[in-house]
């Protein structure tokens, strides 16, 4: 996903030009969170165009797969050919889809990535970092708990 340089941001509800009346704070706050809305929604769909990309190039390839194992077929191929094209088709497909969604996951973590770096400003991110294990950031993402569930303490298989 190609994302376009971030313009440095100032602080949150920095004071202005030596401004520091309660309603500068909050016209600043609503501005920044506005533009940190805008630019998460700008990051969202860069990464819906990654992904179409990412469609357009797997249905492109799949085509001309199958228009290639039609032509084999029609051409003069010898009896083996009539299992060995077909069978040869389903591994390159298979191949080809775990390949789509392996790159529509990298697609959709990077642009979750940048979305979520959109609002770093906004908080002590090292501090939010340092206080979750990996464990609980694994967690986090969707279905990952059914594919490594986590294990029982010693203490809690012992009583089962």
Same mark, same amino acid.
């Given at each position: 996903?190609?994302?376009?340089a971030?313009?440095?941001?100032?602080?949150?509800?920095?004071?202005?030009?030596?401004?520091?009346?309660?309603?500068?704070?909050? &016209?600043?706050?609503?501005r920044? @969170?506005?533009?940190? %809305?805008?630019? #998460? +929604?700008?990051a =969202?769909?860069?990464?819906?165009?990654?992904?179409?990309?990412?469609?357009?190039?797997?249905?492109?390839?799949?085509?001309?797969?199958?228009?290639?194992?039609?032509?084999?077929?029609?051409?003069?191929?010898?009896?083996?050919?009539l299992?060995?094209?077909?069978?040869g088709?389903?591994?390159?497909?298979?191949?080809?889809a775990t390949?789509?969604?392996?790159?529509?996951? &990298?697609?959709?973590?990077?642009? @979750?990535?940048?979305? %979520?770096g959109? #609002? +770093?400003?906004? =908080?002590?991110?090292d501090?939010?970092?340092?206080s979750?294990?990996?464990?609980e950031?694994?967690?986090?993402?969707?279905?990952?708990?059914?594919?490594?569930?986590?294990?029982?303490?010693?203490g809690?298989?012992?009583?089962?």
């Amino acid at each position: 996903m190609s994302s376009k340089a971030r313009v440095a941001r100032r602080p949150v509800a920095a004071a202005g030009q030596g401004k520091v009346s309660g309603f500068d704070f909050l &016209a600043d706050f609503g501005r920044e @969170q506005l533009a940190v %809305m805008m630019d #998460a +929604s700008a990051a =969202m769909f860069r990464g819906f165009e990654t992904m179409r990309t990412i469609q357009q190039q797997a249905a492109q390839q799949a085509s001309a797969r199958h228009e290639t194992a039609a032509n084999q077929m029609r051409g003069n191929c010898a009896p083996n050919d009539l299992m060995t094209v077909p069978f040869g088709l389903l591994q390159e497909d298979l191949q080809g889809a775990t390949r789509y969604w392996q790159e529509l996951a &990298a697609a959709a973590l990077e642009t @979750q990535t940048e979305i %979520m770096g959109c #609002a +770093s400003h906004l =908080m002590n991110a090292d501090a939010v970092l340092e206080s979750a294990s990996a464990i609980e950031a694994l967690e986090a993402v969707p279905g990952v708990s059914q594919l490594f569930p986590r294990r029982a303490a010693a203490g809690s298989r012992a009583k089962s």
